[in-house]
């Protein structure tokens, strides 16, 4: 009751008009605890929000042309005049196959990274390399796709000997260096949670520091990094700037990194500005975009349930 | 003697590793820098690009992404306290909790374009609020909500069980213990994630497509319904859809710098206001 006094100087404890007031007071806290619920719900409704507008959006493309229509042809071809096509799967292909890339690439040097912060680096050095870290997950995906039209795309075309540059192994370059921040800071602190016992057992027995990294720290720390690969896998599906300015945006079935392709993201970006509301392909845009929503969702929660996991293992 | 060469080579590819990504970030900069700095002077940050966007400056898009960020900090910030004091004051462990939790963890992964789409049905269409400054703004802080949730729920955190327990003995009900004694010790933390939820909004260009962004305005947004220019729509456009690709490059790197500059400056400033606090509460 100290707040009544406090707050609004009334001094009828025990009148009639106090009790009321005391009632009031309980109403208002009721309303607030409420208030924040209804707040702390938003990230479930929204989620939920997300899923249900999608598919209530994609929706009349299945009623109109079929499912098999969508995932039975590679051939993407919505604006074509004598018949339009929405076959998904080379898009689909494109956004795994730039993934795969750029996870080639960011899994050695990402895990390498992290067991340099983990177990080498000394204080100077992790001062250096933990900011800058942090500086590279901030650049903006515009700014590496800006990146990847002018310094990479040049390059590949020298060093390949191919026509132009724009292709997946230049997305897949930049996604890698999108991933990379993810990758190297979850491992470590995976890296980090080791128990030193674990290491001075193996240091004890006579193993060199090289040798308890790869067979001791890595391996109990496995799941952590996976759990770390997946997060940045999850980021590389739904990247769309990157890949939409560096990787050529043609769509075809191909498995050839030095081809230009065209991701589910990209396919969206370019198309959902120039086709008008509620069309058959306005409606096709969103099966890309439930699609997408699915696949990172599966990996994201797949990553989510090892951490935690994990996380329980720990304590 | 064959184990400790093994160890040299090992940790010899561990540091090239850290050197190789401290190298990226080099070029980075150095290119974007390099090319970009003659390009920036006063008139370029003040005038509106002229000449079919080959001469003149980057004003509105700098304004433009100013404004847009207002909007998505004015809306994701309450929201994302809010969350945030239900998730660490009231809150109890259970398994409404736990699915919040996993719900706000899993929206950081939904992909920009993904939240765009969400913008145009939800923003454009179904509220009417059309293709606009005010439909960018909600959409990039739904993206941001998590962001900030996470950053005011840390803050919220630092703040020891005892100053909440004092006022809870003394008589207080617990909305007066939060306001007066937990609130004001962890909003300076909560700052932190405000700054960051800006970064990340101002750079994001995918939820923006659809939503609001224009490719070139004579005259600057008027009201919340109207379009905008923004640095990073600006930068796609300069870099990809322009007639004259080579003669806009300059102005290009330009933008990109600006970009880059402001992104920059805001996550630095958010790390510093970290340590600080950081420090105030340990002290």
């Known amino acids: ?315 | 003697m064959k184990k400790k060469c093994a160890e040299r080579i090992g940790f010899a590819l561990l540091s090239s590793a850290a050197v190789l990504v401290i190298l990226f970030l080099g070029i980075i900069l150095w290119d974007i820098i390099g090319n970009g700095l003659g390009v920036i002077s006063w008139p370029f940050l003040t005038q509106s690009p002229r000449e079919g966007m080959t001469e003149g400056g980057i004003f509105p898009a700098i304004l433009g992404t100013f404004l847009v960020s207002l909007i998505t900090v004015v809306f994701a910030v309450p929201l994302g306290m809010g969350a945030a004091i239900y998730l660490n004051e009231y809150a109890l462990a259970g398994r409404m909790t736990r699915l919040t939790r996993l719900a706000i963890r899993n929206l950081s992964g939904v992909p920009s374009i993904v939240y765009g789409l969400f913008g145009v049905v939800l923003f454009v269409q179904m509220m009417k609020f059309g293709t606009s400054v005010l439909s960018a703004g909600l959409t990039l802080a739904l993206l941001t909500l998590p962001l900030t949730i996470t950053a005011s729920e840390e803050a919220l955190k630092t703040v020891p069980k005892s100053y909440r327990e004092g006022a809870l003995a003394l008589g207080a009900t617990q909305w007066y213990a939060i306001r007066t004694n937990v609130l004001p010790y962890a909003v300076p933390g909560m700052l932190t994630g405000v700054i960051l939820g800006l970064a990340r909004a101002a750079g994001e260009t995918a939820p923006i497509l659809f939503t609001g962004a224009a490719f070139f305005l004579p005259h600057l947004p008027k009201s919340l319904f109207d379009q905008f220019m923004a640095l990073p729509y600006h930068l796609y456009i300069l870099a990809t859809q322009h007639h004259d690709i080579a003669k806009v490059r300059p102005i290009a790197y330009g933008t990109a710098l600006v970009l880059l500059g402001l992104i920059l400056l805001l996550s630095t400033s958010a790390i510093y206001f970290r340590y600080r606090y950081r420090q105030r509460m340990r002290s």
């Open chain 1, 1 to 315: 009751m100290n707040e009544i006094v406090l707050e609004e100087g009334v001094k009828k404890l025990g009148t009639r008009a106090g009790v009321q007031q005391i009632g009031s007071q309980r109403l208002k806290e009721k309303l607030i605890e409420k208030f924040f619920l209804l707040n702390g719900m938003l990230a479930i409704l929204i989620l939920g929000g997300i899923f249900a507008l999608l598919f209530f959006k994609a929706y009349p493309a299945f009623q109109e042309l079929g499912v098999i229509e969508f995932f039975g042809s590679p051939v993407w071809n919505p604006t074509s005049y004598s018949k339009a096509q929405y076959g998904i799967l080379s898009l689909i292909n494109s956004s795994l196959m730039v993934t795969l890339g750029a996870l080639l690439i960011a899994i050695p040097l990402g895990v390498a990274c992290a067991a340099f912060l983990s177990d080498i680096a000394s204080l100077k050095m992790r001062e250096i390399l933990k900011p800058a870290i942090e500086i590279l997950a901030g650049i903006p995906s515009v700014v590496v796709g800006f990146l990847g039209i002018v310094l990479v795309n040049p390059m590949i075309s020298r060093v390949f000997g191919v026509s132009h540059g724009l292709t997946a192994l230049n997305g897949s370059i930049l996604l890698a260096i999108m991933s990379l921040p993810t990758i190297i800071s979850l491992s470590e602190d995976a890296l980090r949670a080791v128990p030193p016992s674990y290491k001075e057992a193996s240091l004890a027995l006579g193993a060199s520091r090289w040798q308890t990294l790869v067979r001791v720290s890595v391996p109990s720390a496995l799941s952590g990094i996976i759990a770390a690969i997946m997060l940045g896998m999850g980021r590389a599906i739904g990247e769309t700037m990157t890949v939409l300015m560096a990787t050529g945006n043609a769509p075809a079935l191909t498995f050839n990194f030095l081809e230009a392709i065209q991701t589910m993201t990209a396919t969206i970006a370019i198309e959902l500005g120039e086709v008008p509301y509620n069309t058959t392909h306005y409606y096709a845009l969103f099966v890309i975009g439930l699609v997408l929503f699915a696949m990172t969702f599966v990996v994201n929660l797949i990553s989510d349930l090892i951490l935690q996991k994990y996380q329980e293992g720990e304590r």
